[in-house]
C-alpha cells in the first residue's frame, strides 16, 4: 500500500508542475468554419445517425462515425452562413466589426451535443499556464445558434447555463425549456410547444374528434408536446384511447407493437408529436402493413416536411392535418444557397461528402485514381430537387436568420455602434444574453423580432392540410390560421376552403367512442371506460334535455311535463269537470232535470193546495222543503267549471246550508206526524207545543246553526282554488282545496246528524195508523239519503281528479232525488191519478 501512495503523489506532485493547461479527450474540429472578431457557433445534425459499435472497455472508444447524411440541416447551416455574410457586409449593423463562425456536427446524438458545446466554450488549443494561475480563458463564442432537438437543447443548456452563453434554437419547441430556473441561457425563434399542444386539442375539438391516438417521439419534444396535448384534451372532453411512444433507437419490435396498437384501436384519428427522424421509420413501417384511411394531425416538426411527403409513397399521411409556423421570406437566401460552392478551406471534408451525395460523384484524390463521374466542384444546382434545394422550410431558415440577427444586434448595442463600433469592450456572456432577451427589432423584409419574459417569439401557426395531387405531389394547403394572442373564442380561425380527408376523401371521418346522445336523452358513462364512452338513457318522465350530448336530463317545472321524445316540456292540461265535457253535460242536465220536476211538484201541489191530502201535509213545510230541493238541484251546478274564489267558497257553503234547510223541513214534517198521533191520545195536548210557528222557529234555527258553521268556516279557513300537481303527473288537477278540513267535515257532519235524527223519528212514527202513512215515506228517504252519504264518503277520497268532484255532485243529486220521489211522488200520484183518495175520510183512515 505504502509504494502505491508513494506514486500517487509523485504522479499528484509532477502534474502540479506543468506549465501547460491540457485538454482532456479528443479535441472537435468544427465541420464548417470562418475566422472573425466576433465568433457565433452553430449545433446542427449534418448526419441523422451514426455506426454503433461495441465498447470491450479494454481500450478508448473511437469516436462516433456519421452515417445518413441529411441535406436538410446542410441547408440549416447554409442560413446562418448566409445571415453572417450579409451582416458582415452590411455597414450599418456591426461596422468594421466581422462575424465568424464554427459550426459542429452532432450526428443527431445528445452526448455528442453535449462535447460540441464544451467545444464551443473552451476551444481546443492548450493553454501555457503558471502553477499560480488557473487554466482559465475567455470563451471561444459569443452565441450559439441550434441544436434542432429540444432533447440535446435541454443537455446543452444545462451545461452552459452556468455560463450564461446563449443558445438561439430555430425548431427545439418543448414547452420544458420556457423554465428560466432550468435554462436560463436559452432562447428560442419559434413558438413552444406550449401553444402548439393547446392549439392541435382545440383543432381536434373543432372537427368533434373526441375518440383520438396518440404517437410521440420518447424524449423531451414528444413527451412533454403530449403531456401538454392531454391535458388540455381532458379540459375539451377528448379522450386518449392509447398513447404510446419510440426512439429512432428502439427495436423493431417496439415498432411492432405500436402498430399492433394502431390496428386494434377503434379511433380514427392520430395526434403525432414526431421528430422527423421518427415519423419517417413509422411511415416505412405503416405501408409495410398498408394502414390507411387514418386522419393523421401533426406537429410542426414533420407537417410540413416534403421529404416526408415524398417518402408516403402509399399515400398513409393523405389528408394530414397540423400546424406549422407562417410562411416567411428572406429575400437573397434562396439564391445563396443554390450557388454554393465546396469550400476551399482545410476541412472542407462535411462540404465535400455533401457534393458527392448530392450530384452522385466523387471527386479525384489523385491523377492515377480513375472513377465512373468526376466532381468538378462547378456543378449547378439549379436543375437539382432534393431537400437541400427545396425551400418549402422557409420559416425554418428565417428563424435561423432571426437567431442570428438578434445576436448581431445585442452586439451592436453592446459595442455602441454607430459608423464604428467600441473595440475595448469586454465581452461578458451574461451581459450578451441581456441584451439579446431585450433586443427588438425588425429584419429588412419587414418581420418583427422580440422575446418574450420565457426567451420565446409570438405564437402563431398556420394550419396546413395535406392535398394531393395527380401526379403523386403534395399540396400543403393553408386552411386556417391560430394566433395565441387573440381570446380564446377567436384564436382558431378556419378559411372557408376544401378539406381534403384522410384516403383523399372529402367526407369529414368521425372518430367518437359513442355517437352523440340525441336530445331527449342523457350520457351514463360505462363502467371502467374513459368519459367519452357512455351509454344514451332515454330521460325519465318529467325530465328533458334539449341539446345533444346533455351530461344530465332537467326536470321539468311543476306546471309542465316532458313530452314523448323526452326533449322539451310542454304546459300540463288543466283538469277539472266541464260544462262541455259529456259528464258535465249529463250531471248538468240531471240537475237541470231535478229542478224541473221539483218546479212541477211545487206546481201540483199549489194547484191542490186546498184539498185534503195537501192541507193534511203541512202545507207550508212541503213548500218550504220543494224551494230547499229546487236550491239543492241548482247548487251542484256550482262544483261544474273551472273552479274559482267565490265558486269555491259557494259550491260548500250552498250545499251545507240547503241541505241543513232541505233536512231542517224533513225534520219538521216528521215531528208533526209524530206529535199530531201524540195528540189524539185521551188527556195530551202535544200539538200547542208544536204548532206553525215552533215548526218555523225549528227550521229556522236548525239552518241558522249550520249558517255560524260556515261562517267561522269562510272566516277562518276559507276553501280557495289550487293546483294538484301530485295525484297525476302529466295533468294539472284545478280543484277547490278544502281550506279548513274541520270546518268542511263539520258541515257534513251537521247535515249527517240532522239526517240522523229524521231518520230515527221517521222510524218510531211508521207504523202510526193513518190511511197515508207519510212517517214510512220520510224514513226510506231518509234511508237513501244515509246510504248515499255513507257511500259517498269513501268514493270521494278514492275518487282521482274531477272524479271526485263528480261523486260528490252525484250524492247531493242522489240524495236530492230521494227525497223528491220519496216524500212528494206519492202524494202527487193521488192528487194526479186517484182523485177519489183525496179526501179527509181517506186520509183519517175511515173510508172503505
Avoid at 452562413?81 to 457586409?89: G, K, Q, S, V
Avoid at 476551399?344 to 466523387?362: I, Q, R, Y
Avoid at 259528464?583 to 186546498?610: D, N, Q
Avoid at 175520510?841 to 175511515?846: E, H, R, V
Amino acid at each position: 500500500l505504502e509504494p502505491m501512495m508513494i506514486m500517487l503523489l509523485l504522479v499528484s506532485f509532477s502534474q502540479s508542475e506543468e506549465s501547460l493547461c491540457r485538454q482532456r479527450g479528443d479535441p472537435e474540429i468544427p465541420q464548417l468554419s470562418k475566422d472573425g472578431d466576433i465568433l457565433l457557433g452553430g449545433i446542427f445534425y449534418f448526419h441523422l445517425s451514426w455506426k454503433n459499435r461495441e465498447n470491450t472497455y479494454t481500450q478508448k472508444p473511437l469516436p462516433l462515425e456519421c452515417i445518413s447524411l441529411s441535406f436538410r440541416d446542410f441547408q440549416f447551416a447554409q442560413a446562418m452562413r448566409f445571415a453572417i455574410e450579409e451582416i458582415n457586409n452590411n455597414t450599418d449593423l456591426l461596422p468594421g466589426i466581422s462575424l465568424g463562425y464554427n459550426i459542429y456536427d452532432t450526428c443527431s446524438s445528445i452526448v455528442k451535443s453535449i462535447k460540441v458545446a464544451l467545444a464551443l466554450n473552451n476551444g481546443n488549443d492548450n493553454v501555457t499556464s503558471t502553477s499560480d494561475k488557473p487554466c482559465t480563458r475567455p470563451v471561444q463564442v459569443q452565441a450559439i445558434i441550434g441544436e434542432n432537438s429540444s432533447s440535446s437543447s435541454t443537455a446543452i443548456t444545462t451545461v452552459l447555463g452556468p455560463f450564461h452563453i446563449p443558445l438561439i434554437s430555430h425548431f427545439a419547441t418543448c414547452a420544458c425549456l420556457s423554465d428560466k430556473s432550468k435554462h436560463p441561457s436559452f432562447l428560442r425563434t419559434i413558438p413552444s410547444d406550449y401553444y402548439q399542444s393547446r392549439a392541435l386539442a382545440h383543432l381536434v375539438k373543432h372537427f368533434g374528434w373526441t375518440w383520438v391516438g396518440a404517437v410521440r417521439t420518447n424524449d423531451e419534444y414528444g413527451n412533454n408536446g403530449m403531456a401538454t396535448f392531454t391535458e388540455t384534451a381532458q379540459q375539451l372532453g377528448i379522450c386518449l384511447e392509447y398513447s404510446v411512444s419510440f426512439f429512432r433507437t428502439d427495436s423493431t419490435e417496439k415498432l411492432q407493437r405500436i402498430i399492433d396498437i394502431i390496428k386494434a384501436s377503434t379511433s380514427k384519428v392520430i395526434v403525432a408529436f414526431l421528430t422527423p427522424r421518427e415519423m419517417e421509420m413509422l411511415i416505412h413501417e405503416l405501408s409495410l402493413h398498408n394502414l390507411t384511411g387514418y386522419q393523421w394531425v401533426g406537429s410542426e416538426s414533420w407537417i410540413f416536411d416534403s421529404q416526408i411527403a415524398t417518402m408516403d409513397t402509399n399515400h398513409i399521411l393523405d389528408g394530414a392535418m397540423g400546424l406549422f409556423i407562417p410562411k416567411a421570406h428572406v429575400s437573397g437566401l434562396k439564391e445563396f444557397v443554390l450557388n454554393v460552392k465546396p469550400l476551399n478551406s482545410s476541412n472542407n471534408d462535411l462540404f465535400t461528402e455533401f457534393w458527392e451525395a448530392l450530384f452522385s460523384c466523387k471527386f479525384k484524390q489523385s491523377q492515377s485514381e480513375e472513377i465512373q463521374t468526376e466532381c468538378t466542384g462547378q456543378e449547378d444546382l439549379t436543375g437539382v430537387e432534393n431537400s437541400f434545394t427545396d425551400m418549402s422550410l422557409m420559416p425554418i431558415l428565417n428563424n435561423i436568420y432571426k437567431g442570428v440577427y438578434a445576436v448581431a444586434h445585442a452586439l451592436h448595442n453592446i459595442l455602441k455602434c454607430s459608423k464604428s463600433c467600441n473595440n475595448s469592450v469586454q465581452f461578458d456572456p451574461f451581459m450578451i444574453l441581456h441584451h439579446i432577451r431585450n433586443i427588438h427589432f425588425k429584419t429588412k423584409d419587414g418581420e418583427e423580432v422580440y422575446f418574450n419574459e420565457n426567451g420565446d417569439p409570438a405564437a402563431k401557426y398556420k394550419i396546413i392540410n395535406w392535398q394531393p395531387r395527380d401526379n403523386s405531389i403534395v399540396d400543403f394547403v393553408s386552411v386556417g390560421l391560430y394566433d395565441a394572442s387573440l381570446p380564446a373564442d377567436k384564436k382558431l380561425n378556419l378559411h372557408n376552403k376544401t378539406f381534403i380527408w384522410a384516403g383523399s376523401s372529402k367526407q369529414m371521418p368521425v372518430s367518437v367512442c359513442s355517437e352523440k346522445c340525441p336530445p331527449g336523452t342523457h350520457k351514463v358513462l360505462q363502467k371502467g371506460k374513459p368519459v367519452c364512452c357512455y351509454d344514451c338513457v332515454r330521460c325519465a318522465e318529467g325530465e328533458m334535455s334539449n341539446v345533444t350530448d346533455s351530461i344530465t336530463c332537467v326536470r321539468c317545472p311543476l306546471e309542465s311535463w316532458s313530452n314523448e321524445r323526452r326533449d322539451a316540456c310542454v304546459t300540463k292540461k288543466a283538469e277539472f269537470l266541464s260544462y262541455e265535457e259529456i259528464m258535465g253535460i249529463l250531471l248538468t242536465t240531471a240537475s237541470l232535470f231535478g229542478t224541473c220536476l221539483t218546479a212541477v211538484v211545487a206546481l201540483i201541489f199549489f194547484r191542490y193546495r186546498k184539498t185534503p191530502l195537501v192541507r193534511a201535509n203541512n202545507s207550508e213545510l212541503s213548500f218550504l222543503l220543494l224551494f230547499s230541493l229546487t236550491l239543492c238541484f241548482l247548487c251542484s251546478l256550482t262544483f261544474i267549471g273551472r273552479p274559482s274564489e267565490w265558486s269555491c267558497m259557494l259550491r260548500h257553503t250552498a250545499f251545507g246550508i240547503t241541505f241543513v234547510l232541505c233536512i231542517s223541513c224533513v225534520l219538521g214534517k216528521t215531528i208533526v206526524v209524530l206529535m199530531a198521533f201524540k195528540a189524539t191520545l185521551p188527556g195530551r195536548n202535544v200539538m200547542k207545543w208544536f204548532g206553525p210557528t215552533q215548526q218555523r222557529l225549528t227550521v229556522l234555527a236548525f239552518t241558522f246553526i249550520q249558517v255560524i258553521i260556515c261562517i267561522l268556516w269562510l272566516t277562518i279557513s276559507p276553501p280557495f282554488p289550487s293546483k294538484n300537481f301530485k295525484q297525476f303527473k302529466d295533468k294539472i288537477i284545478l280543484e277547490c282545496a278544502l281550506g279548513s278540513a274541520v270546518g268542511f267535515w263539520s258541515v257534513l257532519g251537521y247535515i249527517g246528524l240532522l239526517a240522523m235524527l229524521c231518520f230515527i223519528f221517521a222510524f218510531l212514527a211508521r207504523k202510526l195508523p193513518d190511511n197515508f202513512n207519510e212517517a214510512k215515506f220520510i224514513t226510506f228517504s231518509m234511508l237513501i239519503f244515509c246510504a248515499v252519504w255513507i257511500t259517498f264518503i269513501p268514493a270521494y277520497v278514492s275518487s282521482p281528479g274531477k272524479f271526485s268532484v263528480a261523486v260528490e255532485i252525484f250524492a247531493i243529486l242522489a240524495s236530492s232525488f230521494g227525497l223528491l220521489i220519496c216524500i212528494f211522488i206519492p202524494k202527487c200520484y193521488i192528487m194526479l191519478m186517484k182523485p177519489e183518495k183525496n179526501t179527509k175520510k181517506n186520509i183519517m183512515g175511515k173510508g172503505n
